[in-house]
């Protein structure tokens, strides 16, 4: 695999942090893959993480702050191998945006980690830090998952 995308809603709390911990991963595990994160709208284009996603972020030893919000292009479709939404909806609407060419593959991030027992990744941007923790844990399972889809490949 070359390439991934992460999407979420906003791009400003659960890609983000996607992102970054997918990174952290990969770069434990000594694989160059690349990654980014998008949102299917338009409202925080150019912000910064929400500012609890930087704390929990932090907490977990990985660093968001460099990570701007930006939106899903048509061009996204082609250039990246895997688009992982966070939720059925984000989902929904990745597939409604997909243009014909498109080559991604696109799905939701928790089939990476199938045992976890939830299958969207909630949005935590109006509930409290516990929210935060719970999005770490569940992309934390999910990049394990990754890592081991990866072993299996090589």
Same mark, same amino acid.
């Given at each position: ?49 929400? /500012? ?5 972020? =932090?907490?977990?030893?990985? +660093?968001? !702050?460099? %990570?701007?919000?930006? @939106?899903? $292009? ?14 059925? /909806? ?5 597939? =409604?945006?997909?243009?014909? +060419?498109? !080559?991604? %593959?696109?799905?939701? @991030?928790? $089939? ?43």
């Amino acid at each position: 695999m070359k390439n991934m995308l992460f999407v979420c809603l906003g791009n400003i709390c659960r890609s983000p942090t996607a992102k970054a911990v997918f990174d952290y991963r990969l770069s434990q595990a000594g694989i160059e893959i690349g990654t980014d994160s998008a949102g299917t709208i338009g409202y925080h284009t150019g912000s910064q993480p929400d /500012a609890r996603a930087i704390e929990h972020a =932090r907490a977990f030893g990985i +660093d968001i !702050t460099r %990570e701007r919000a930006r @939106v899903v $292009t048509a061009a996204d479709f082609r250039r990246f191998e895997r688009i992982y939404a966070m939720d059925q /909806a984000n989902l929904d609407d990745l597939l =409604r945006m997909a243009p014909e +060419d498109s !080559t991604a %593959e696109v799905e939701l @991030v928790m $089939t990476l980690a199938p045992d976890y027992g939830l299958t969207e990744v909630p949005d935590p941007y109006y509930g409290g830090s516990d929210g935060f923790r719970q999005v770490l844990d569940m992309l934390d399972a999910a990049a394990e998952g990754l890592m081991r889809e990866l072993a299996i490949r090589r």
